[in-house]
């Protein structure tokens, strides 16, 4: 209903005869989904129209067998400043600003139980919001001159959300130097800190993202989607109980089509073969 609302607001504000353009675009090539946030105005800003585009084009292809992995990217020189301001103002009141949390956790579900890994790349500014949607996906290459922060604190709303995903991706001592002080932290302090999977300087973020790509493809989707699910689910259990499920993954992981081609075409030395089943 939300959802509904805001793409007829969206309409209606839009001149007679000019169409309604979603804030990101969606193109599948050669087994990629490219996630282009687009909106430079709003230096692509995380509203709740930007937030529901994203995720549904997620939703909307995870299950194409030809989409080997999503990569989410930003038109302009800032990945995204964070939520809409203007969506936080006193006068949405307190029922729509949680909405527009609750929008955010999950667009991050979302990411998270794809069943492909979900690469974001990054030239730029990523700041609260958006330093949280990059800390929650599966991977983070990063252009040299990239920059990241969780400045909440000085417009007097502290990035709590946001640094949930940073606090589980960096070290406490960075996590909270970002997100007390609000100042920014460089792509190699991000590197460094686990921020970020890979650095590269600008001219080759292309070629380093379509490197990993392809190694992605090579494997057999079956196998990623089995491995990225435990992957998240052991994480928040104890080591005992992890070792424990992850005996049983593994043990079906064998028993799988792929798994089975992957022994054999290992023992005949040859490339597999697979049926991503």
């Known amino acids: 209903m939300l959802r509904t609302l805001y793409l007829l607001q969206a309409r209606k504000a839009s001149p007679i005869g000019v169409a309604y353009r979603r804030l990101s675009t969606f193109t599948e090539s050669n087994g990629i989904g490219h996630i282009q946030l687009d909106n430079e105005k709003t230096r692509n800003s995380l509203s709740i129209e930007m937030m529901d585009s994203i995720q549904q084009h997620i939703i909307s292809n995870q299950q194409n067998p030809a989409v080997r992995c999503f990569v989410l990217s930003a038109k302009g020189r800032v990945f995204s400043a964070g939520h809409n301001l203007k969506e936080l103002t006193p006068d949405h009141g307190s029922d729509f600003h949680r909405q527009v949390f609750a929008k955010c956790s999950e667009l991050i579900g979302v990411i998270l139980k794809a069943p492909v890994p979900v690469i974001v790349k990054v030239d730029g500014l990523a700041a609260a919001a958006g330093c949280q949607l990059v800390a929650s996906c599966d991977m983070a290459i990063c252009s040299d001159t990239s920059s990241f922060s969780t400045p909440g604190a000085n417009f007097g709303i502290f990035c709590s959300t946001p640094g949930i995903a940073v606090a589980r991706a960096v070290p406490r001592m ?86 089975q081609e992957g022994i054999r075409s290992f023992a005949e030395k040859r490339k597999p073969v697979w049926k991503h089943q």
């Open 174 to 259: 960075k996590a909270s130097y970002m997100l007390f002080t609000g100042l920014p932290i460089s792509a190699q302090e991000a590197l460094q800190s686990g921020l970020v999977s890979k650095v590269v300087p600008a001219d080759q973020l292309d070629q380093e993202v379509e490197t990993i790509c392809n190694a992605i493809k090579s494997k057999s989707r079956a196998v990623i989607a089995l491995g990225k699910r435990f992957f998240y689910e052991q994480i928040a259990m104890d080591v005992n109980s992890a070792y424990q499920r992850g005996e049983q993954v593994m043990a079906e992981n064998l028993a799988t089509a792929d798994g």
